[in-house]
């Protein structure tokens, strides 16, 4: 397994970048923090996963301004798409934030 994180500035946002990859397997988390009300939020993430070279990805885009999630799956039949509104406030301080204890794709099923 290895672990890649990364930091960019992007369409007037901060994106902090998290993805793990073996040699069948990949998962990753983009989280998009933007500056509402003089801080920085945690205003939405994208994660994705899939296995390599098999066409089957699973896709969840959460927009924590909005509390929006939809998930997609793609496979050879097509997609499938789902959509739901979150119940739970996400929205964190970047001064708060860490990889190790953020929100997972998981917590938004």
């Known amino acids: ?9 992007k369409q007037r946002s901060i994106q902090v970048t998290s993805s793990i990859t073996s ?6 988390t983009l989280y998009r923090f933007a500056l509402r009300d003089g801080t920085l939020l945690l205003v939405g993430l994208e994660y994705t ?12 885009s959460a927009n924590f301004l909005t509390n929006k999630v939809v998930e ?11 959509h739901r509104v979150l119940r739970e406030n996400y929205r964190t301080p970047l001064k708060n934030f860490g990889l190790d204890d953020s929100v997972s794709a998981d917590a938004l099923r």
């Open 23 to 28: 040699y069948t397997e990949y998962f990753g």
């Open 72 to 82: 997609w799956r793609k496979k050879k039949s097509g997609r499938q798409y789902s």
């Open 49 to 60: 996963e899939g296995v390599i070279g098999k066409d089957d990805t699973r896709n969840i």
């Open 1 to 9: 397994m290895r672990r890649n994180e990364y930091i960019g500035i």
